[in-house]
Structures are given as C-alpha cells and as structure tokens.
C-alpha cells in the first residue's frame, strides 16, 4: 500500500472515504492521542463535531506492545481470553498493569476535557477514528463506550490495520456497525508502517486541535451542505 504522509494526510484521505456519513448527524471520537489529528480532518471535512474517547490499551507485561485488553472511561474493561491464555497473563497481571494505565487515563481524561463534558452521543452517528489498528483492543472498548453513552450507530475507522484485526472488528455484532480500514498490508508489523512520519503526537497537540475544532462551533463551521 502507498504510505501516508504523516497523520494530516490520512486524515484527509480517510474523510473523502467517510463522506457517505456527512449527513447523518456525525459525532467524530478521536482516539488520543495519535488519533485526534486523524479525527480532526474528519471533522473538518464533514463539517462535525470533534471529541476524544480516552481508552487505555493493557499490555502484556513482558511484551507491553501486545495488548491483552484494555480500559476506557467509566470504568470499562475488555480482556482478550485468547492473548491472556497464550501469553499466561494472570489476575495479578491485570490487577498491576490497570493499576498502572487507569491513572494515565484519568489523567488524560481532566486534562482534554478541562473541565467540559463529553459530547451528548444520545441518537447521534458516534465516528470513531484513529490512526491505524494493531490489535483492536483499544478500538472495542471506545465503541462500547460509545455504545454506552447512547450513540445508535458506531462507525470505527482508521487509515491501516491487520486484516485479521479488521475482519474481528467488524465481527462485533450489535456494537459496531461498519469498520473503515484504507490499507491492511498483507505483511502488517506495526501501525508505523503506514506512515512516512509517525512522530508521536503530544498532549499539547491534542488540546490545540480540541480547542480548534470548539472554536469552529457545533457543526465544524460549515453550513449544510457546504464542502
């Protein structure tokens, strides 16, 4: 596959395959933080509102980059049996690394929000996108969440994934209801693979774009049916 420039571009690239959703009352959830820049061209090329959805990933101790579940905001939790069987993560395991990613969650929870609440998702088309799949983990629980929170229908996307976490995704039946995916390299190592620059995106960086997109108003600063 032809590899992004950088998150800016597959956002933009993302959004022309997103147009479909345009007038269906989006909500667009970046995932923080490599995900809001991606989220935020969405947004801004369907004239939506941008949000984060603070999801945490729990690795496997010996292997942090494998995830064996994950957490999200109101105190959901996701295991995966199957990684957890193969890579013997036990209940101490969980215990100990939750303990340590629940606080970065908070953390990053006060810190975008400052203050605000969450968008309403009650009735709305909740658009969750970050900048590229490996496991899916984190990916489930944001669309539980939004589930949660009343959305009615959960579109995931993102710019590059494995096929095999893709075909899992969109297997959530009754949670997700379509997943975009631009590439799935047959040989998939790591969401970086992607992308020419994958530098990492900062919490500043992250708050800029939130602010940003407040500023635009509700509806990204377009009018109906402005391109």
């Not at 949000?51 to 959901?76: M, N």
Request: charged residues 25%; contains cysteine; glycine residues 12%.
């Amino acid at each position: 596959m032809e590899r992004f420039a950088d998150r800016i571009d597959a956002g933009r690239r993302l959004a022309r395959r997103l147009e479909v959703y345009r007038d269906m009352n989006p909500v667009v959830l970046g995932l923080p933080r490599g995900g809001v820049p991606v989220g935020y061209q969405v947004a801004q090329a369907l004239g939506a509102p941008l949000d984060v959805l603070i999801v945490r990933k729990l690795g496997v101790p010996r292997q942090p980059e494998l995830a064996f579940g994950a957490i999200g905001e109101g105190g959901v939790r996701l295991l995966n049996d199957l990684v957890m069987r193969y890579e013997q993560v036990g209940d101490d395991d969980v215990v100990a690394v939750e303990a340590v990613e629940r606080p970065e969650l908070e953390r990053r929870a006060a810190l975008y929000r400052d203050g605000r609440p969450a968008l309403d998702l009650s009735g709305r088309l909740a658009l969750i996108v970050d900048d590229g799949f490996a496991t899916g983990a984190t990916a489930r629980v944001a669309c539980v969440i939004a589930r949660a929170q009343g959305a009615e229908q959960v579109i995931l996307a993102a710019p590059i994934g494995p096929h095999n976490a893709v075909a899992e995704l969109a297997g959530f039946d009754g949670v997700i209801d379509e997943v975009v995916c631009l590439g799935t390299p047959a040989q998939f190592t790591a969401v970086g693979q992607g992308y020419v620059d994958f530098s990492q995106t900062s919490d500043d960086e992250v708050c800029e774009l939130l602010a940003r997109a407040r500023a635009a108003g509700p509806d990204g600063g377009r009018q109906p049916g402005e391109q």
